[in-house]
């Protein structure tokens, strides 16, 4: 095999790592993040770092948990980045974020329910998606890997390179102020 035959087998493996992932990275950037332009950039980059280290992948983990691993790095790379133009703006990452545009979570609409069932389904799922964007950073991407992604916390430590015990006690802590946040819509 020549070497030009070696890159073209690289990027076909690669093009079908692509295929199968990138709707999954790109759903998990915009679950982290309220732009869906930036949740793209994101996903582009991930994959950008991705191919680059594509040649040294060994395969010790698989390649979905190595590219969450790559995307979560490059979450926190954002929010460095965010942190430092932001010294100078004295705006809590906190505060929910107002989105413009269509749902995150958009859901196909079902013909059974009435239009109240449905107004109050869709109000439910804003609520949702803005308790989890006003989640601190450092929160946010454990609730959206465990809970929208549905990652094992193995998974998850792997990912981010974080201890089991480190994992659990950020999803606890996330889970615990999502709860609190929503109370008043789920007491009814």
Known sequence: MTLDDHKDERRRRFTEVVDAYYARIYNLFCHMVTDTHLA?????????????????????????????????????SYLRRLRREQEFVSRSLDEPVETEGDSLFTQLPDPSPSALQMLEKEEL????????????????????????????????????????????????????????????????
């Not at 308790?131 to 991407?141: M, N």
């Not at 981010?160 to 950020?170: H, N």
């Not at 606890?172 to 007491?187: F, N, T």
């Open 40 to 76: 793209a950039d994101l996903t582009q980059d991930t994959f950008v770092k991705a191919y680059e280290a594509f040649g040294r992948f060994r395969g010790e983990s698989s390649v979905y948990t190595w590219l969450y691993r790559i995307a979560i790095n490059e979450y926190r």
């Open 125 to 188: 799922i804003q609520r949702v998606q803005q308790a989890v964007h006003s989640l601190p950073p450092r929160y946010r991407a454990f609730a959206v890997l465990r809970d929208l992604e549905g990652m094992s916390y193995e998974q998850i430590a792997e990912v981010t390179g974080l201890p089991l015990d480190t994992v659990k006690t950020r999803i606890s802590r996330a889970r615990a102020l999502l709860r609190r946040k929503l109370e008043p819509y789920y007491r009814g």
